[in-house]
């Protein structure tokens, strides 16, 4: 066994992702015969069968997943020296696995877009989905560092707040509450809701937010993601509450109102996060640092509203008794 190479091993986990000798080949830029060579070294160093074969599909055996897992932890280990001996001869180089909630799609890009630009060297993947399955990732240890809009209580993680993230109530431009001042959360209730999904952290919140209060809201439908809540809202569907944004950017201009609802916006924070104990990674460390200017580099980005009085989170107040926003200049390149 201690005489298997590093690329019989890397030839065993292409095999492993694809499920077949061919694509593993082709992957490598191998021949299918050497690829099976170098399968039977492997086997023979370890004398036990790594694969079995029925009907046309590869299956694990037991000794093979075992290597699998083993294969995990090297591969890793051997990515973390790479980017340390890059970071030795000064050059930041390697990948960065990044996982987050589907609302901070709406800023992560763009920091992102910044954070390339910085480093070209660094290869940048990006997981969005809402919550649950945030959690579940982070659990499972599966990618660099996490974006989410509160620490789970449930797993033991390193976590950091970075930016503010404040959840308003979103109507339509021509809903009767629109133009209202000082709307109670009783009022609220009495309105038909658009919800997001269970397992997501906007809809925790926002449930929270009610029932602190001991009111309950009146859901009408519940909705997979903030762009089809916004759209529904737009449509006459309800009213609802997200994150402030969500309205960046794609808003479609001029036809939603941020209302004016006492006790909100609901002041919460972005927070990176990972699991305690995982040693990050040198590219992982150099994104935290990044991650430290967010609320600045953000408030650079090229985007501005227009706003009233009684829109509490949009900064230029100009546009009297009218509580309309629009997005006044969007250039994707700055
Ligand atoms: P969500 O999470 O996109 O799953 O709603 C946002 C948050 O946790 O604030």
Redesign the pocket.
Known sequence: MRHSTLRQLEVFEAIVRYGSYTRAAEELFLTQPTVSMQIKKLTDAIGLPLFEQIGKKIYLTDAGKELHEMNQDIFKRFERFEMIAADMKGMKTGKLRLAV????KYFVPRLLGMFCRKYPGIEVSLKVS??AHILERLANNQDDLYV???PPKEIDVIAETFLE?QLVALASVDHPLANEKGITAKRIVKESFLS?ES?????I?TERFFADLNLKLKVRMELGSNEAIKQAIIGGLGISIL?HHTIALDAPAGQLVVLDVKGLPIN?HWYYAYPAGKQLSVVAQVFLEYLQQASQLLTDVSYHYESTDHCPLLPNQNQKNSNQFRIKNVSPDS
């Open positions: 909630v589907t609302t901070a809402n919550r989410l809009g509160q993230n997001r397992g997501s952290g906007t809809r919140a994150s919460r």
